[in-house]
């Protein structure tokens, strides 16, 4: 059974997903007609894992957390959680390019591939991929958004990442 735990700030609302004791998903939860629009498959709840975890997300989006101690279980290829691993190396208030990030999983000729991980990457804000930006520096996709992505890079360097 997967549980989920509704999480909202002031910045974004997210399902927080837990199975087996660890964390298999976040989502962006959109509301359609003033409801939620939430997963099959999924039962609400509070654990205590969903509640740390929101905690420390709370903790993030407040400024005060800049890494994750959390269980984590992403469900993908060997070659996807290769690159999920690689985001979790990227530093809090750093971004780099996906040839970068090709490189990092030593695969240097893989941007696209890379790219296709990323996207879908299970877990993100915790497994940051919103960290990966296009080689010219500007905002490439993102499943919450590019205004959400522009206020996570703004976020974590203090204001000092500007859309180019």
Request: charged content about 25%.
């Amino acid at each position: 059974m997967k549980y989920l735990y509704l999480y909202k700030n002031n910045i974004c609302k997210l399902g927080i997903a837990e199975e087996n004791n660890a964390i298999c998903n976040i989502l962006f939860i959109r509301t359609e007609k003033g409801n939620e629009k939430l997963p099959d498959g999924f039962e609400k709840a509070q654990t205590p894992l969903l509640l740390k975890a929101a905690k420390q997300l709370d903790e993030y989006f407040n400024g005060k957390r800049k890494e994750f101690d959390l269980p984590l279980a992403p469900r993908g290829t060997e070659f996807q959680n290769k690159v999920w691993k690689a985001l979790q190396a990227i530093p809090f208030g750093k971004t780099c390019s996906y040839g970068q990030l090709a490189a990092m999983t030593g695969n240097p000729k893989a941007c696209r591939a890379v790219g296709m991980a990323n996207n879908r990457n299970p877990i993100p804000v915790i497994i940051p991929c919103h960290r990966v930006i296009g080689h010219n520096g500007a905002l490439t996709g993102y499943a919450g958004g590019l205004e959400l992505k522009q206020k996570l890079l703004e976020l974590e360097s203090c204001g000092l990442y500007k859309k180019r």
